[in-house]
């Protein structure tokens, strides 16, 4: 069958089922301050900011908030996801037309 740029052929979207055992973390983080690719492994460290007191005075520091490691199909589902929400957002900002 010849491809037709008109009328191209539709991929239903894969429907998948997630249930909340109530026990996944939210993760908050500022940067992604380390990232790498072994062994087909894609890896990102997320780190952000803290704020203390270190002998009586303001002290901040950085710190990891979380080792995100995953294979590359679940890397592009991320990155699509994200690019998604970023899309989304800023549409309810008025940044995207």
Known sequence: MADNPDNPEQNSPTRVT?????????????????????NGIVNVT?????HLIKDGAPHTDIVSMA?????????????DALNGAILLGSRQQGGAH
Do not use: H, K, M, Q
């Open 46 to 50: 997320l780190a952000a900011s803290r």
């Open 18 to 38: 997630v249930n909340d055992i109530g026990i996944a973390p939210f993760i908050f983080f500022e940067v992604a301050s380390n990232i790498g690719f072994t």
């Open 67 to 79: 080792y995100l490691r995953c294979n590359l199909a679940a890397a592009i589902g991320l990155r």
